[in-house]
Nanobody
Framework: VQLQASGGGLVQPGGSLRLSCAAS????????IGWFRQAPGKRREAVSC????????YYSDSVQGRFTISKDNAKKTVYLQMNSLKPEDTAVYYC???????????????????????WGKGTQVTVSS
């Protein structure tokens, strides 16, 4: 399983970036994919996750309405469109995957983002003027 995140960079507050997570080595269409981030001195947090079919999506409260996740099974890529970026969005962003055969219950956070067990290297996003 390989996941490669890209698209990070330096952007001014209010700007936009699109992150990509390219996958290889596994049945992409059978996996949930999530974007997570970790800022210096803070715990890693889930930003947005999407089910294997793309029919179920989770957004954290902090990005709801500003970020959009999408999954292209043909290209084996998940995108995270980030608009209206804020300095507090600064972090290393990681993508992760888990098989749909592993199911979780509870809130949408656990159902969609839970149990990610394959992780890629991160991409740095810095929002600063």
């Amino acid at each position: 399983v390989q996941l490669q995140a890209s698209g990070g960079g330096l952007v001014q507050p209010g700007g936009s970036l699109r992150l990509s997570c390219a996958a290889s080595g596994f049945s992409f269409e059978d996996h949930y994919i999530g974007w997570f981030r970790q800022a210096p001195g803070k715990r890693r947090e889930a930003v947005s996750c999407i089910s294997s079919s793309g029919g179920s999506i989770y957004y954290s409260d902090s990005v709801q309405g500003r970020f959009t996740i999408s999954k292209d099974n043909a290209k084996k890529t998940v995108y995270l469109q980030m608009n209206s970026l804020k300095p507090e969005d600064t972090a290393v962003y990681y993508c992760a995957a888990r098989s749909r055969r592993r199911t979780f219950s509870g809130t949408n956070y656990y159902i969609i983002c839970g149990g990610m067990d394959s992780w890629g290297k991160g991409t740095q996003v810095t929002v600063s003027s």
